[in-house]
């Protein structure tokens, strides 16, 4: 009897055991599925919460119109260059809210003197939409707009009498600036991300010349390139 009982909790014991084997290899699978787990940590960057910090330069065909002293309107295309830096963090998961400060420099036309250069700096609160395509690439767009303030300086030639002598000219600015954009951003790591995209910026403000006392309308519409580092937290 007691031989007998002892087989049969043997029997039962292995039973157990087989059926128990399957179910152990199906809890594996997603512990051995290592692109899941990649892709999930990779993905966490656009958890909500999370907080970023970058840097971000761009390069435009500038095309500008701006009134001159004498009453005319001067348009040209010139070089446009700028320089941001960037805090943001997710509200919501994929979309980001933060703001950008930054360093613009143009060229801005002037009667028939020299062009001036325009050195500005530049405040946007901003928002950006990411969405991942791969493990490491990403697509986002944004937006931002906010206000602009700086000056310019140019050599002019002022007449005296019968006499001329060259005078530097300066200008104070303020005016709104905007841009939009589209990009793609590559991950090398979980917290660093290299981005590269296409912005238009557009900038509407006035000038106050030190030689007179009115001020003169600056209008500027810049398509260019951007590239920049971020690193979320």
Do not use: C
């Not at 070089?79 to 703001?99: C, P």
């Not at 420099?105 to 325009?118: G, I, K, Q, S, W």
């Not at 030639?157 to 019968?162: F, L, Q, R, S």
């Amino acid at each position: 009897m007691m031989k007998h009982l002892g087989r049969l909790v043997s029997l039962a014991t292995l039973t157990i055991l087989l059926s128990a084997r399957p179910a152990a290899a199906q809890q594996q699978n997603p512990f051995e599925a290592g692109d899941f787990s990649e892709r999930d940590r990779l993905d966490s960057a656009f958890r909500t919460g999370r907080w970023n910090v970058g840097i971000e330069a761009s390069f435009a065909r500038t095309s500008a119109s701006n009134e001159l002293p004498s009453g005319r309107v001067a348009s040209d295309a010139t070089l446009f260059l700028r320089a941001d830096g960037s805090v943001g963090v997710m509200v919501v998961k994929r979309l980001e809210v933060g703001a950008n400060i930054g360093l613009l420099v143009r060229r801005l036309n002037r009667d028939d003197e020299a062009a001036a250069t325009e050195t500005a700096m530049t405040i946007q609160p901003m928002a950006r939409y990411h969405l991942p395509m791969t493990d490491r690439f990403s697509t986002h767009v944004q937006v931002s707009l906010g206000p602009y303030f700086g000056g310019s300086t140019r050599d002019i030639t002022v007449i005296e009498g019968d006499q001329q002598r060259r005078a530097e000219e300066r200008t104070r600015t303020l005016g709104l600036i905007t841009s939009t954009g589209l990009g793609v951003g590559y991950r090398v790591s979980e917290g660093l991300q290299v981005r590269f995209g296409v912005d238009m910026t557009w900038l509407w403000g006035r000038e106050r010349l030190s030689t007179r006392d009115d001020s003169l309308r600056v209008t500027t519409t810049h398509v260019g390139t951007s590239a920049g580092l971020r690193y979320f937290f």
